[in-house]
């Protein structure tokens, strides 16, 4: 078994939000979708579009420290001063209006250096980053939030300018940029439906890490015999702080007439934005979700207006909390009952009745862990239906070279190894490789194209759902096991290297690519093969003074002797001897242009024929024969030429087309 570790998939993240510190909704939502690519085997390259607080200024070292420990990369731009200015013109954002030329020459430069299995791109407003992404490279916008809704929302609750505000039209054409398009809740996907093109997959949030902090066993009773408190924590942003600052002002009156014993325990960045007369212990930034609200009765979650889901609820439930939410804080859970409130008059009201008549926590709690229950499977299956179709998207397409070498096999090597640049926009491709292969070509492989051992294709394509095996010597079937949806193809046009005759190739059947791709030229895999090949102990070479080329069955002993072959400047290679076979047609490629004429005496074998025909076009010899039509001249040479790359475009469509029949 070799100690080498395979290439990972690879996952690019775009992200105005920084994923740490997880302080608040937006960086959460960031850290729980990135880490699930990094979970599931992806190097994860995390692109920060940086504007947000401290990180306007400066270089944010503490942060960007903490983000390096969580990613294998981490790379920042600045961003422009434009991010989070009102509108230019009108009263909407224009869908780019915030794009940096910046960001734009730092996305071209990766994707001419690396291959990118997934780009991940949080906002729409930075959705301009997908028309970057080469086609071999899947796209993905997670929305966050529905931005086009949020200027009515703004006009009827009287809010000035809130971020990000787009028409509708223009939103639309921002997620249609991606293949992918991630909704938080239910309600987001079904209402870009019938709007957009882009396939949609409903991931919520919620964080299975949070119910470890939770109390075990959950607190029955209430912390103090003489009061209830009520815990709330939130950032300052506008919802966040309008929602609390009405409980507080309808809660003022009715503990005033009543005497309701009502304790409350504000933290967060709205902690110094709200006003109150009644008892309240401000802690500010608190270091724990969960310390904090270790310190309540029933924890709070007052946004009765805005849009998106709210973490900070998935949080409470994940916790197992005794929750009292507003019922728009609710969407995308299936908090009700007693749990929700339909105003900020109605939550005031289920406080003061809590704190006067003390009922048992259980109640609440038993709702919060049924919809804690719910969120957590329906996390799971957005999860498990994201990867399916990220990993169904495209044909896994395995092409099996582990039978070729150095000594002999440097045809089918060279024949795949000059096509297979072509594949990564229709497959996901990998090439199975001897290590002493593997390591020549490692260093120049086409972006897109990963090297494998044997022993690394189980583990490394198993998530697939469809895979396709070009077995190209017929040693397959001794190592690969495949499973129900896959399927092999055999090549049986190389089955006669290896070989004692090349005459084997006359019974192969026809398969649907060209023999020798135009690439063979100038290829960097196909040229660090040939010189290996060159440098090899015993490698054949041309005999000096060679103008002919002659390629022939010849059965018996009356064979011309080397001698008189070479004093007619002939070569002749006799296709009894596949070796010698193999040598001449590698000599052939690494001949002078139009230096050469090439005779073909053999029967006809329309495999080995059309190598050497294919060859013999690459570097524009003259070929001539015994069979009717096997004739190239100068005249001809650049349509035959033509010919092998028409055949390639309807080839690579035909042998990957067979998967996508299998995969529907």
């Known amino acids: ?147 086009w809704k949020r200027r009515a929302l703004l006009d009827r609750i009287g809010i000035g300018h809130d971020f990000f505000e787009p028409e509708q039209a223009s939103e639309i054409v921002g997620i249609d940029r991606a ?106 930034r608190v270091p724990s979700e969960a310390g904090f609200y270790g310190a309540c009765d029933i924890a709070l979650a007052p946004t009765f207006e805005g849009t998106g889901f709210k973490i900070k609820v998935a949080d409470m439930l994940a916790l197992g909390l005794p929750t009292l939410v507003a019922r728009h804080s609710a969407i995308g859970t299936s908090l009700d009952g007693e749990a929700v409130a339909d105003t900020p008059e109605d939550m005031a009201e289920a406080m003061v009745r809590i704190a006067l008549t003390r009922p048992p926590l259980s109640g609440l709690r038993r709702l919060s862990e049924r919809a804690r229950e719910d969120l957590a499977r329906r996390t799971e299956t957005g999860t498990r239906s994201f990867f399916r179709l990220l990993h169904a998207i495209k044909p896994c397409l395995i092409v099996d070279l582990s039978g070729c070498g150095i000594e002999h096999g440097m045809m089918p090597l060279i024949s795949y190894f000059a096509l297979l640049r072509h594949l990564p926009p229709n497959a996901f491709t990998h090439v199975v490789l001897r290590a002493e292969v593997l390591a020549l070509v490692e260093p120049v492989l086409p972006i897109g194209v990963c090297a494998l051992l044997r022993e690394e294709v189980a583990a490394f394509t198993a998530c697939y759902p469809h895979r396709l095996l070009v077995d190209v010597d017929g040693a397959s079937a001794a190592w690969f096991a495949p499973g129900a949806d896959d399927r092999v193809l055999r090549d049986d046009r190389w089955a006669w290297v290896g070989q004692e005759s090349a005459t084997a190739a006359q019974d192969a059947p026809a398969f649907p690519l060209p023999l020798l791709h135009p690439d063979v030229s100038w290829d960097p895999c196909v040229e660090a093969l040939r010189k290996a090949w060159r440098a090899r ?54 001949s002078p242009e139009q230096s050469l ?15 050497v025909i294919e060859a013999a076009a690459s570097r524009r010899h003259r070929v001539s024969g015994l069979l009717d039509g096997c004739f190239l001249g100068p005249a001809n040479t650049d349509a035959v030429l033509g010919d092998v790359n028409r055949r390639l475009g309807a080839a690579v469509t035909s042998i990957l087309r067979a998967t996508r029949a299998s995969a529907a």
């Open 179 to 284: 293949q992918f398009t991630i909704a938080i809740q239910e309600r987001d996907s079904q209402e870009l439906t019938p709007l957009v093109k882009s396939k949609l997959v409903t991931l919520p949030f919620y964080d299975p890490a949070m119910e470890d902090a939770a109390q075990q066993p959950p607190r029955a009773a209430y912390l103090h015999p003489e009061k209830v408190t009520f815990g709330f924590l939130g950032s300052a942003h506008t919802y966040n702080v309008t929602g609390m600052q009405a409980v507080l002002d309808a809660l003022e009156d009715r503990v005033a007439r009543s005497f309701a014993p009502v304790d409350l325990l504000l933290g967060g960045t709205a902690d110094a934005k709200l006003k109150t007369r009644l008892p309240a212990t401000r802690l500010g």
């Open 1 to 147: 078994m070799s100690d080498r570790v395979p290439p990972a998939r690879t996952a690019l993240i775009v992200s105005p939000f920084a994923s740490w510190p997880l302080d608040v909704g937006h960086r959460r939502r960031v850290a729980q979708s990135t880490a699930l690519l990094r979970d599931a085997g992806y190097r994860v390259t995390f692109l920060l579009y940086a504007f947000e607080s401290g990180w306007y200024w400066r270089r944010q070292l503490g942060d960007y420290n903490a983000m390096a420990a969580q990613w294998d990369e981490v790379l920042v731009v600045q961003a422009n001063r434009t991010v989070g200015m009102p509108p230019r013109e009108g009263g909407f954002h224009a869908l780019d209006e915030w794009w940096s030329e910046e960001l734009e020459v730092t996305l071209r430069n990766l994707f001419r250096q690396r291959h990118i299995d997934v780009m991940v791109v949080h906002n729409v407003w930075l959705s301009k980053a997908l028309t970057l992404a080469p086609c071999a490279t899947t796209t993905v916008l997670e929305t966050h939030d529905l931005f």
């Open 537 to 590: 102990p015993g490698s054949a070479r041309m005999p000096e003074g060679t103008e002919r080329i002659l390629f022939l069955d010849w059965v018996g002993d009356a064979a011309p002797s080397p001698a008189a072959t070479l004093r007619r400047n002939l070569w002749l290679v006799n296709m009894r001897d596949a070796a010698a076979t193999e040598a001449a047609l590698m000599a052939l490629l690494d």
């Open 597 to 611: 004429e090439i005779v073909w005496l053999g029967d006809e074998r329309p495999v080995l024929r059309g190598i």
